[in-house]
C-alpha cells in the first residue's frame, strides 16, 4: 500500500504570470536540490482538470517505501510547498498525507513532527 502528500491551492482568480514564473523557479529550484536523483517521486504538479474551477494549483508526491529516506523526502516535499504557499497570495491551501492534515505555520511553513530529528532519521534509517 503506498501512501502519498498531497498539495493544492484554490481562490477565485487564476495564476497571475508573475506567480505562474514564481511556481516554476520554486519547482526547478526543488527538481535541482532533490536529493534523490528521480528515485523516488518529487513534488509534482498537474494542471486542474477542470472539475473544480476555483482549482489553481494542485499536486501530489508519492512517499518511499524505504523507511530511511522517507523524513528527508517530507521536509524536502513540503519546503518547496511552504514556497509555494508564499508565492501564490490569497488561495486556501490544503495539504494532505492520506487523511492526514498537514499543519501550516506563518513563520515555519508546512512541518510533521519530527521530520527534521536527526535521531529519528538515523534510527529508521536502520530499519
Same mark, same amino acid.
Given at each position: 500500500m503506498? &501512501? #502519498?502528500?498531497?498539495?493544492? /491551492? *484554490? *481562490? !477565485?482568480? /487564476?495564476?497571475?504570470e508573475?506567480?505562474? /514564473? #514564481?511556481?516554476? *523557479? &520554486?519547482?526547478?529550484?526543488?527538481m535541482?536540490?532533490?536529493?534523490?536523483?528521480?528515485?523516488? $517521486? #518529487?513534488? +509534482?504538479? +498537474? /494542471?486542474? %482538470?477542470?472539475? $473544480?474551477?476555483?482549482?489553481?494549483? @494542485?499536486? #501530489?508526491?508519492?512517499?518511499?517505501? %524505504?523507511?530511511?529516506?522517507?523524513?528527508?523526502?517530507?521536509?524536502?516535499?513540503? $519546503?518547496?510547498?511552504?514556497?509555494?504557499?508564499?508565492?501564490?497570495?490569497?488561495a486556501?491551501?490544503? &495539504?494532505?498525507?492520506?487523511d492526514?492534515?498537514?499543519?501550516?505555520?506563518?513563520?515555519?511553513?508546512?512541518a510533521?513532527? @519530527?521530520?527534521? !530529528?536527526p535521531?529519528?532519521?538515523?534510527?529508521? @534509517? @536502520?530499519?
Amino acid at each position: 500500500m503506498s &501512501v #502519498s502528500l498531497y498539495y493544492g /491551492a *484554490r *481562490r !477565485d482568480h /487564476a495564476l497571475t504570470e508573475a506567480e505562474r /514564473a #514564481s511556481v516554476e *523557479r &520554486v519547482v526547478a529550484a526543488h527538481m535541482a536540490s532533490f536529493p534523490y536523483g528521480g528515485e523516488e $517521486d #518529487s513534488l +509534482y504538479l +498537474y /494542471a486542474p %482538470d477542470g472539475t $473544480d474551477e476555483r482549482e489553481i494549483l @494542485g499536486g #501530489s508526491t508519492k512517499m518511499p517505501l %524505504d523507511p530511511g529516506r522517507l523524513l528527508p523526502l517530507i521536509a524536502c516535499v513540503l $519546503d518547496s510547498v511552504t514556497e509555494l504557499r508564499r508565492a501564490v497570495e490569497g488561495a486556501e491551501w490544503r &495539504v494532505h498525507m492520506d487523511d492526514l492534515d498537514v499543519p501550516w505555520h506563518e513563520t515555519e511553513g508546512y512541518a510533521l513532527p @519530527g521530520m527534521r !530529528d536527526p535521531e529519528l532519521i538515523a534510527e529508521l @534509517g @536502520g530499519l
